[in-house]
């Protein structure tokens, strides 16, 4: 935890909305906010408790919520979103999470009222709230992509970073612009309760490439490629049976069912915390020469294969 950087990188409560739809904005977001205040009470305490008595770093505890465009359908103008957005705003900070993820639009094949409101009250909405984040899914690899919704989002993400200038732009660091989005996905911006979900689940993000790293290093570089790939197995393993132990304990005492956990190898600011590093061990002279793509995959293949055996 303290030399490689090993931590449990969120805690994330999905939520549906599904059943806070109304035609009254207020009233809808009256329903918003009383859910999830009354279902994430506990979370962030509940993450503090497990981080102090398993010594085990916790860094951010979330939210994420059913994709707010379903219940934008119900919507008039982008003001009544940017309603929607504050809502989920004084919900995160009512809750005490640091981000509610869930400000979503899926557009991959086209768009309904809904989305076409939510996408274009989106500068405005990350303007005026500070813990709200937002997604656009426009493509996917079996439907293509919707290449007005790209166009669009070029747009969107300029207007973004424009209104919040006086912040350096930070609007734009809460927006995602996806292909091939998941519906189980803990870790922001990017976040929300997918439809296939149930009414509230625990998911879990962790991150390890320093431990990775650390691992590697005691092969050395002269290790051959199945030694690399089974110390990157084992070490995914390993980091996976973390996430899921304070995943399940997290479970427990919120009576909320168990999702997912998701092993995520994204750099943080501390030195050597770093995909490239890794990769740099594995025997690359520099991040981006040659072989680069290979030992990727050969990252990415032996990670994927360590963390589900952990938890099948």
């Given at each position: 935890?303290?030399?490689?950087?090993?931590?449990?990188?969120?805690?994330?409560?999905?939520?549906?909305?599904k059943?806070?739809?109304?035609?009254?904005?207020?009233?809808?977001?009256?329903?918003?906010?009383?859910?999830?205040?009354?279902?994430?009470?506990n979370?962030?305490k509940?993450?503090?408790?497990?981080?102090?008595?398993?010594?085990?770093?916790?860094?951010n505890?979330?939210?994420?919520?059913?994709?707010?465009?379903?219940?934008?359908?119900q919507?008039?103008?982008?003001?009544?979103?940017?309603?929607?957005?504050?809502?989920?705003?004084?919900?995160?900070k009512?809750?005490?999470?640091?981000?509610?993820?869930?400000?979503?639009?899926?557009?991959?094949?086209?768009?309904?009222?809904?989305?076409?409101?939510?996408?274009?009250?989106?500068?405005?909405?990350?303007?005026?709230?500070?813990?709200?984040?937002?997604?656009?899914?426009?493509?996917?690899?079996?439907?293509?992509?919707?290449?007005?919704?790209?166009?669009?989002?070029?747009?969107?993400?300029?207007?973004?970073?424009?209104?919040t200038?006086?912040?350096?732009?930070?609007?734009?660091?809460?927006?995602?612009?996806?292909?091939n989005?998941v519906?189980?996905?803990?870790?922001?911006?990017?976040?929300?309760?997918?439809?296939?979900?149930?009414?509230?689940?625990?998911?879990?993000?962790?991150s390890?490439p320093?431990?990775?790293?650390c691992a590697?290093?005691?092969?050395?570089?002269?290790?051959?490629?199945?030694?690399?790939?089974?110390?990157?197995?084992?070490?995914?393993?390993?980091?996976?049976?973390m996430?899921?132990?304070?995943?399940?304990?997290?479970?427990?005492?919120?009576?909320?069912p168990y999702?997912?956990?998701?092993?995520?190898l994204?750099?943080?600011?501390?030195?050597?915390?770093?995909?490239?590093?890794?990769?740099?061990?594995?025997?690359?002279?520099?991040?981006?020469?040659?072989?680069?793509?290979?030992?990727?995959?050969?990252?990415?293949?032996?990670?994927?294969?360590?963390g589900v055996?952990?938890?099948?």
């Amino acid at each position: 935890f303290e030399e490689e950087h090993l931590d449990v990188r969120t805690i994330t409560m999905g939520i549906s909305l599904k059943d806070c739809s109304d035609p009254d904005i207020d009233k809808m977001c009256d329903k918003i906010y009383n859910k999830i205040t009354t279902l994430a009470k506990n979370l962030v305490k509940t993450g503090e408790d497990i981080e102090k008595e398993y010594g085990i770093p916790i860094i951010n505890k979330r939210i994420s919520v059913t994709p707010v465009s379903y219940l934008a359908e119900q919507a008039e103008t982008v003001d009544d979103c940017v309603k929607l957005a504050r809502t989920l705003d004084k919900a995160a900070k009512t809750t005490g999470v640091n981000f509610i993820g869930g400000f979503s639009a899926l557009v991959h094949k086209h768009y309904t009222k809904g989305d076409r409101l939510l996408i274009e009250s989106i500068p405005e909405a990350l303007s005026v709230t500070e813990r709200v984040c937002s997604s656009v899914n426009v493509a996917t690899t079996r439907a293509g992509i919707n290449m007005d919704a790209v166009k669009q989002m070029g747009k969107i993400i300029k207007e973004t970073a424009s209104k919040t200038a006086d912040k350096g732009g930070f609007g734009c660091a809460k927006l995602v612009v996806f292909a091939n989005a998941v519906e189980d996905n803990p870790f922001m911006a990017g976040a929300f309760h997918g439809s296939g979900e149930g009414e509230c689940v625990i998911n879990v993000g962790v991150s390890g490439p320093g431990v990775v790293k650390c691992a590697l290093e005691k092969i050395g570089k002269d290790a051959d490629f199945e030694a690399v790939a089974e110390t990157v197995k084992k070490t995914a393993f390993k980091i996976t049976r973390m996430g899921q132990l304070v995943a399940k304990e997290a479970s427990r005492r919120l009576n909320v069912p168990y999702g997912i956990v998701d092993l995520s190898l994204a750099p943080t600011p501390a030195i050597g915390d770093s995909v490239a590093h890794i990769l740099e061990e594995m025997g690359l002279e520099k991040c981006g020469t040659h072989g680069t793509t290979a030992a990727l995959a050969l990252l990415n293949d032996a990670v994927k294969k360590g963390g589900v055996f952990a938890s099948s």
